[in-house]
């Protein structure tokens, strides 16, 4: 009876954690595709034309896009799967955009106790800026989140990173291989 319990237990215990971790990579990536659609259309405040759009607006969508393709094609390089690299880049625009959000807490919740002080910050054009702010973590956030391969000695144009090899011993481990271990017929005699 006892033995049932416990195996009840188990499957309770890990279709909890699928439940879980669906949810998360769900409101995860919800969160990253709504912040970065805004993101690209904030500079269009009123239209989707071209006569909206200034030339700080035109350099921070470029700097956006070219970010976003540098961290795909980093990611390509280093030979890095798609649903890692996929991973990475929702979790990063997820946390940026809650660190955000935090902030503007912050301040709405000052702007509740000085009505005033808030109306004089944003009647002078800081919305402005605080859009390119917000363009510029994203850009460094993405900059910074880039896969890249690790700093070595040898030339960084003739390196090519080397796919993990891959036998029965390390088939389950995602990233990473075991270390070496000694076998009898490697250790020293004495």
Not at 125 to 145: E, H, N, R, S
Request: charge should be negative; hydrophobic fraction near 45%; glycine fraction near 6%.
């Amino acid at each position: 009876m006892l033995q049932i319990f416990d195996k009840m237990s188990l499957v309770f215990g890990h279709l909890t954690r699928l439940l879980t971790l669906g949810v998360f990579f769900i409101v995860t990536t919800g969160v990253a595709a709504t912040s970065y659609a805004l993101l690209i259309s904030a500079p269009f405040e009123y239209s989707y034309g071209q006569d909206d759009l200034a030339l700080a607006d035109l350099i921070a969508l470029a700097l956006l896009a070219l970010t976003s393709w540098r961290y795909f094609h980093r990611g390509r390089q280093s030979r890095t799967p798609l649903w890692p690299l996929l991973k990475r880049f929702a979790f990063t625009l997820t946390f940026v955009t809650l660190l955000l959000l935090s902030a503007l807490g912050v301040f709405a919740s000052m702007a509740l106790v000085e009505p005033e002080l808030a109306n004089e910050e944003l009647a002078g054009g800081v919305d402005d800026l605080v859009l390119y702010g917000f363009f510029c973590i994203f850009i460094v956030a993405i900059y910074g989140a880039t896969p890249l391969p690790a700093l070595s000695s040898k030339n960084s144009e003739s390196y090519k990173p080397e796919p993990v090899k891959r036998d029965d011993d390390n088939e389950s481990d995602d990233f990473e291989s075991e270390p070496p271990t000694l076998t009898p017929s490697t250790e020293r005699k004495s």
